[in-house]
Protein backbone atom coordinates (compact mmCIF):
# COMPACT_ATOMS: atom_id res chain seq x y z
CA UNK A 1 0.00 0.00 0.00
CA UNK A 2 1.48 2.97 -0.74
CA UNK A 3 0.09 6.55 1.11
CA UNK A 4 0.08 9.85 -0.16
CA UNK A 5 0.00 13.31 1.60
CA UNK A 6 -0.89 16.28 0.14
CA UNK A 7 -2.04 19.84 0.68
CA UNK A 8 0.51 21.72 2.22
CA UNK A 9 2.08 25.02 1.28
CA UNK A 10 2.91 28.21 2.81
CA UNK A 11 0.30 30.08 4.66
CA UNK A 12 0.28 33.06 7.12
CA UNK A 13 -0.13 32.79 10.99
CA UNK A 14 -3.74 32.19 11.77
CA UNK A 15 -4.70 30.68 8.45
CA UNK A 16 -5.84 27.24 7.94
CA UNK A 17 -5.00 24.51 5.39
CA UNK A 18 -6.50 20.85 4.91
CA UNK A 19 -3.95 18.13 4.44
CA UNK A 20 -5.26 15.21 2.56
CA UNK A 21 -4.00 11.57 2.44
CA UNK A 22 -4.78 8.83 -0.43
CA UNK A 23 -3.92 5.55 -0.50
CA UNK A 24 -3.61 3.05 -3.27
CA UNK A 25 -3.46 -0.50 -3.82
CA UNK A 26 -5.65 -0.65 -0.21
CA UNK A 27 -8.73 0.88 0.93
CA UNK A 28 -8.05 3.33 4.20
CA UNK A 29 -11.45 2.44 5.59
CA UNK A 30 -10.63 -0.58 7.26
CA UNK A 31 -7.69 1.43 9.28
CA UNK A 32 -7.06 3.54 12.00
CA UNK A 33 -5.16 6.36 10.64
CA UNK A 34 -2.90 8.94 11.86
CA UNK A 35 -0.83 12.09 11.47
CA UNK A 36 2.27 12.90 12.67
CA UNK A 37 4.43 15.71 12.09
CA UNK A 38 8.69 16.54 12.63
CA UNK A 39 10.47 19.75 12.49
CA UNK A 40 13.99 20.15 11.41
CA UNK A 41 16.29 18.77 14.05
CA UNK A 42 12.73 17.26 16.11
CA UNK A 43 11.51 14.12 16.71
CA UNK A 44 8.55 13.20 14.45
CA UNK A 45 5.54 13.91 17.00
CA UNK A 46 1.75 12.48 17.11
CA UNK A 47 -0.84 14.99 15.95
CA UNK A 48 -4.28 13.27 15.19
CA UNK A 49 -5.79 10.04 14.85
CA UNK A 50 -9.03 8.80 14.25
CA UNK A 51 -10.38 5.38 14.01
CA UNK A 52 -11.50 3.22 10.45
CA UNK A 53 -15.13 4.14 11.22
CA UNK A 54 -14.69 7.15 11.56
CA UNK A 55 -15.68 8.20 15.27
CA UNK A 56 -12.49 8.22 18.24
CA UNK A 57 -10.94 11.21 16.68
CA UNK A 58 -7.88 11.90 19.54
CA UNK A 59 -5.29 15.19 19.05
CA UNK A 60 -2.36 16.03 20.96
CA UNK A 61 -2.68 19.12 23.27
CA UNK A 62 -0.45 21.56 20.99
CA UNK A 63 -3.29 20.89 17.99
CA UNK A 64 -6.18 20.11 20.20
CA UNK A 65 -9.26 22.61 19.30
CA UNK A 66 -7.48 24.16 15.83
CA UNK A 67 -6.99 20.75 14.23
CA UNK A 68 -9.93 18.40 13.09
CA UNK A 69 -9.49 14.96 11.71
CA UNK A 70 -12.13 13.06 9.16
CA UNK A 71 -12.53 10.19 6.70
CA UNK A 72 -13.82 10.87 3.38
CA UNK A 73 -15.16 7.15 2.69
CA UNK A 74 -16.20 7.75 -1.16
CA UNK A 75 -12.79 9.44 -1.96
CA UNK A 76 -10.87 7.10 0.27
CA UNK A 77 -9.12 9.61 1.91
CA UNK A 78 -8.09 10.95 5.26
CA UNK A 79 -8.42 14.90 5.83
CA UNK A 80 -6.73 16.91 8.53
CA UNK A 81 -8.08 20.69 8.52
CA UNK A 82 -5.93 22.92 9.94
CA UNK A 83 -7.25 26.28 11.62
CA UNK A 84 -5.33 28.99 13.40
CA UNK A 85 -2.29 27.84 12.45
CA UNK A 86 0.67 29.11 14.37
CA UNK A 87 4.57 29.38 13.52
CA UNK A 88 5.58 26.26 15.43
CA UNK A 89 3.15 24.19 13.98
CA UNK A 90 5.72 24.26 10.56
CA UNK A 91 6.86 20.74 9.63
CA UNK A 92 6.71 18.21 6.94
CA UNK A 93 3.48 15.97 8.05
CA UNK A 94 2.95 12.68 7.59
CA UNK A 95 0.11 10.69 7.28
CA UNK A 96 0.37 7.19 8.59
CA UNK A 97 -1.83 3.56 9.26
CA UNK A 98 -2.41 1.19 11.26
CA UNK A 99 -4.31 -2.34 12.17
CA UNK A 100 -3.63 -1.37 15.98
CA UNK A 101 -7.06 -0.44 18.05
CA UNK A 102 -7.22 1.87 20.59
CA UNK A 103 -5.16 5.51 20.78
CA UNK A 104 -1.99 4.86 19.18
CA UNK A 105 0.22 8.00 19.56
CA UNK A 106 3.56 6.13 19.22
CA UNK A 107 4.72 6.24 15.35
CA UNK A 108 6.00 2.78 16.09
CA UNK A 109 2.15 1.37 16.01
CA UNK A 110 2.28 2.72 12.59
CA UNK A 111 3.44 0.35 9.45
CA UNK A 112 2.76 2.36 6.37
CA UNK A 113 4.01 5.62 6.04
CA UNK A 114 3.33 8.66 3.30
CA UNK A 115 5.92 10.82 1.95
CA UNK A 116 5.23 13.54 3.95
CA UNK A 117 3.72 17.62 2.55
CA UNK A 118 5.04 20.42 3.64
CA UNK A 119 3.48 23.20 6.00
CA UNK A 120 5.00 26.25 6.11
CA UNK A 121 3.75 29.06 8.21
CA UNK A 122 4.55 32.71 8.13
CA UNK A 123 4.88 35.24 11.16
Known amino acids: VQLQASGGGLVQAGGSLRLSCAAS????????MGWFRQAPGKEREFVARINWSGTGPYYSDSVKGRFTVSRDYVKNTVLLQMNGLKPEDMALYYCAMTSLYGVRTSASDYAYWGQGTQVTVSS
Open 25 to 32: GRTLSTYN
